[in-house]
């Protein structure tokens, strides 16, 4: 058994949450990271931005792969292996499991950085957009780093924008002030009915993958940093003959390969059948974990 797989004492989400989730698309979990978690993540992020100063930090994809950017020393795999950490912590699985079922996945994750008074805006968008599992299903858990208010850019949604089970027409958007190159087609889009995602550091929200959602650019004097984990049920079947994504950043395209990228199963078992946990390891290391240790 891996150390992700151990449940945690944390209270699970309640009927009222899980209700709240199925109809709202949206629910803050009732926990907050201990402030020892908290402190740790501020400090793998200076060392993150620091090892990834050629990207923009709205664009830092897949901090849990050494293989993405940070290379194969061992100072990157050890970077690597504190988001992995995160990634897995048994708290965070525990509401994912509630929420997706027992048969759980980490396929990707991405910080989201916004400098103080330079961080950029993330236009109305539905995540499914971009994804390659198929039937499309992930549950995101939205981690904040810092406090996540309104004045510095926290994340804005459509409560209810996923019931329909669909992905809504994007229409291309060149503008280089935005962290995507897609957005939701403005007439799909009432903001009258927006609401704010506001988390406290060591807080974290869980959202659909039909969400509607986005995010203001940061103008204030303080930094907005979030890290965002993508979890899939095992029941889908991660595509990786799905087209290749290329997401921008102010220092040029940041392109994401599926077709290499390697994924974990974190709990419970492979329902599908179909997915390659092997495609993208290199043999000794996943995030950290010796090979032979997940198996």
């Known amino acids: 058994m891996i150390e992700s797989q151990i449940r945690s004492a944390a209270p699970a989400l309640d009927a009222i949450a899980l209700e709240d989730y199925r109809q709202q698309g949206l629910i803050v979990a009732p926990i907050r990271l201990a402030a020892d978690v908290r402190t740790a993540m501020q400090q793998s992020l200076e060392k993150l931005l620091a090892f990834r100063d050629d990207v923009a930090p709205e664009s830092l994809i897949c901090p849990h792969i050494p293989a993405l950017g940070l290379g194969n020393d061992h100072a990157a795999i050890a970077i690597a292996a504190e988001w992995f950490g995160y990634a897995t912590r048994p708290e965070i699985l525990d509401c994912v499991e509630a929420l997706l079922g027992p048969d759980i996945v980490l396929w990707g994750s991405q ?161 599908s059948g179909r997915n390659d946990f092997r495609v993208g390891h290199d043999g000794s290391y996943r995030g950290g974990r010796r090979l032979s240790d997940d198996l």
């Open 111 to 271: 910080v989201f950085c916004k400098p103080a008074r330079t961080g950029r805006k993330i236009p109305w968008h539905q995540d499914g957009k971009y994804w390659p599992m198929r039937p499309l299903a992930t549950a995101s858990a939205w981690i904040a780093i810092d406090d996540a208010t309104p004045e510095n850019g926290n994340m804005r949604y459509l409560p209810g924008s996923h019931r329909d089970g669909r992905v809504l027409a994007h229409r291309h958007n060149a503008d280089p002030g935005l962290v995507l190159p897609e957005e939701v087609v403005p007439e799909a889009i009432d903001e009258s009915l927006a609401r704010d995602d506001r988390l406290r550091a060591g807080e974290f929200s869980l959202h659909d993958v039909y969400l509607i959602h986005g995010s203001e650019a940061n103008r204030r004097d303080h930094r907005r940093a979030g890290f965002v984990v993508r979890y899939m049920p095992a029941s889908s079947v991660f595509e990786r003959g799905a087209a290749n994504n290329v997401m921008q950043s102010a220092q040029g395209a940041v392109r994401v390969d599926y077709a290499t990228r390697p994924i974990w199963l974190l709990r419970g078992t492979d329902a």
